[in-house]
């Protein structure tokens, strides 16, 4: 709950490009808590702490190895800052 | 699941046999984690691809109400966590009272959810043919505060000056909004139904210190679903809270 009124209290404050990183430390700060403590995570069997930290290994390489090619590919982003020379339309839902 | 707390024959001590359990649980909870992560990496990608159009769209939602939220999900993990230490103490009548405190906690959460979702109605913020990120700032409804509006209005002026297109790029923002809080709270909807099968099994006095995988199991479930929330928050409500 501290960490719920901290999270508020950083997202008015301006630190420039790093808000959402101050934004992620605390919920990830929040989320082990709740893994240690409330999931008993911190009394388990190894076995049972080896799979939880699989299951963050395979995450980071899911988000790691897909936004770098994300990064690296050219896309149509905001109008006007295109890597493109065309600007590809983009058709999502029109209405 | 066994309902007994009988040892089987494949295990072979009880505790081998709740150990087991709770690892399978955690394995579930493993391809939980891999299917909302594939939600956040898309969020992610769009939100960087449209910042304006997400910006605004985070600042329309209603930033009490989702606080006041995270507040009472974490308040229900905790009488939760609370249910299974009676449980494992034997305390049966406050494993009842903590389970249905939780249950209760729950379903504030939903009903709070489903009011977020019903001004996103009334705001012209659903995806698809009325939608208009300008509506919300130039019909001002019953109760709405209008100075808050007129800054509102300014925002999104200012954003259809960056980006034109901003009336399709915020239907990608409120899709991932409706699709993940959608999905976190059709989870919800699964937990208060393990809830309250776990309620009836409590006041049948089932679970004692040596058998109360069930407890142990459906609190996994629901604190993985808390931490999905604890995500959720930051990333729809705060991303561009900051002017």
């Known amino acids: 709950m501290l960490g719920t009124g901290i999270t508020v209290w950083a997202a008015f404050q301006n630190f420039h490009q790093f808000n959402i990183v101050i934004a992620l430390v605390i919920a990830t700060i929040k989320a082990t808590l709740v893994v240690l403590y409330f ?57 | 699941m066994h309902r007994t707390g009988d040892l089987y024959g494949q295990f072979q001590t009880l505790e081998q046999q709740k150990d087991s359990a709770a690892l ?35 600042n329309t939602l209603d930033i009490t109400l989702g606080a006041g939220n995270t507040v009472v999900l974490i308040m229900s993990s ?54 208009d990120m300008k509506y919300h700032p130039t019909h001002p409804m019953a109760g709405d505060d209008l100075k808050e509006l007129a800054l509102e209005k300014e925002e999104v002026d ?48 089932r679970f004692t210190p040596q058998y109360n995988t069930p407890v142990e199991i459906v609190g996994l479930y629901w604190h993985f679903v808390d931490i999905v929330w604890i995500y959720l928050f930051p990333l729809l409500y705060l991303i561009d809270r900051h002017r």
Request: aromatic fraction near 14%; charge should be positive; proline fraction near 3%.
């Open chain 1, 39 to 95: 999931m008993h995570a911190r009394y388990s069997p190894k076995r049972t702490q080896l799979v939880i930290v699989c299951s963050v290994f395979w995450l980071a390489i899911m988000l790691a190895l897909t936004l770098t090619d994300y990064d690296t590919r050219s896309h149509e982003t905001q109008p006007g800052v295109s890597r493109l020379s065309e600007p590809v339309p983009f058709h999502f839902l029109s209405v």
């Open chain 2, 24 to 58: 399978g649980m955690w394995v579930f909870l493993v391809t939980e984690v891999l299917f909302f992560g594939g939600l956040f990496l898309t969020y992610t990608i769009n939100r960087t691809a449209f910042s304006t159009a997400f910006g605004i769209g985070s």
């Open chain 2, 78 to 131: 905790l009488t939760m966590a609370m249910a299974v230490w009676s449980a494992q103490v034997g305390k049966k009548r406050l494993v009842s009272i903590f389970l249905i405190a939780t249950l209760a906690l729950g379903t504030v959460f939903l009903g709070v959810k489903a009011v977020e979702y019903k001004q996103k109605f009334d705001h012209h913020l659903i995806p698809g043919r009325g939608f």
């Open chain 2, 158 to 205: 200012k954003a259809f000056a960056v980006d034109p297109d901003i009336n399709f790029h915020g239907q990608l923002y409120f899709s991932l909004y409706f699709g993940m809080t959608g999905l976190h709270a059709l989870h919800m909807i699964v937990g208060a139904g393990l809830l309250v099968w776990l309620i009836k099994g409590s006041f049948a006095g």
